[in-house]
């Protein structure tokens, strides 16, 4: 891959048979660019659960692309999550991304079920004891809004690594410097296993606010005034929207970063330009043919 890049995308299941049609024109638009695997999301309290496997058998089934499965503990028991994994296994899918899983619509906090797997932590060990998966879990460079302290937070990343994940993808930032600070207090942890940083094109900063303050990410002042007064003007701000995000990842470069998850929002055209940038092409056409059917 170009520049030596890496980059896998995300994904969330679609509600509408329209949904469905605009997702699978950005899958194939976005499969050229040959990612290392793409993610499928899961609902808060499990609510796409049928959706998101229909979506991961069929990205296995139509295309050579590597699915990644979100597993979450949320209104499940262990018995039953066990299943949708080995469900997993049993149709090749050998990377599963392993969350806690927010609560669902119109509780206030997480509440384990009572016969379930309390964490992400159990989640991981649960996982590994069935079968030989790569392991994603989640990591949160300014803090899970739910975490006592910043260390807390660090202490349950490094448990989640320590029983068998192999990296960590992070929530979303803006200031690359963010990113810097966590990976080096992840580093003076003693945690060695990589930690990509998640990348999230701006489509609507509206939303984006609203995502942020859910998940405890900060939105500088900044990018606030480059928004400014662009909500009916989608041209222009696409064009905002990739520069901010190319550039935040070029800066990361500088660094040695060289691998990028982008939470697409099931959009093509802001993450294919942002690749573009970054000197990530599409492969030739011979490579990719299994994807374009």
Known sequence: MANCIEVSFEFSPPKTPEMEASLWQTIRSLAPLRPRFVSVTYGAGGSTRERTHATVRRI????????????????????????????????????????????????????????????????????????????????????????????????????????????????FFFEPAVYLRFVDRVRAAGVTAPIVPGI??????????????????????????????????????????????????????????REFHFYTLNRAELTRSICHILGVRDAPVAAVEATAG
């Not at 028991?77 to 296994?89: I, N």
């Not at 392993?98 to 379930?116: K, V, W």
């Not at 006592?148 to 349950?156: F, I, K, W």
């Not at 990410?217 to 064009?239: C, I, K, M, Q, Y």
């Open 200 to 257: 999230l094109p701006v489509t609507n900063f509206k939303r984006v606010r609203e995502f942020a303050r859910k998940c405890g990410a900060s939105v500088p002042g900044w990018l606030a005034e480059l928004f400014e007064g662009l909500d009916r003007d989608p041209t222009t701000r696409n064009l905002v929207a990739a520069w901010v995000a190319a550039e935040q990842c070029r800066k990361l470069q500088e660094y040695g970063v």
């Open 60 to 171: 296995m089934v139509e295309t050579d692309l590597e699915p990644a499965a979100h597993v979450t503990c949320v209104a499940a028991s262990r018995g039953e999550v066990d299943a949708v994994v080995r469900s997993y296994g049993g149709i090749g899918v050998r990377h599963i991304v392993a969350l806690r899983g927010d609560p669902p619509e119109g509780s206030a906090c997480f509440t384990p079920h009572p016969e379930g797997y309390r964490n992400a932590e159990e989640l991981v060990r649960g996982i590994r004891a069935l079968g030989d998966f790569e392991i994603s879990v989640a990591a949160y460079p300014e803090v899970h809004p739910e975490a006592v302290s910043p260390q807390a937070d660090l202490d349950n990343l490094k448990r989640k690594l320590d029983v068998g994940a192999s990296r960590a993808i992070t929530q």
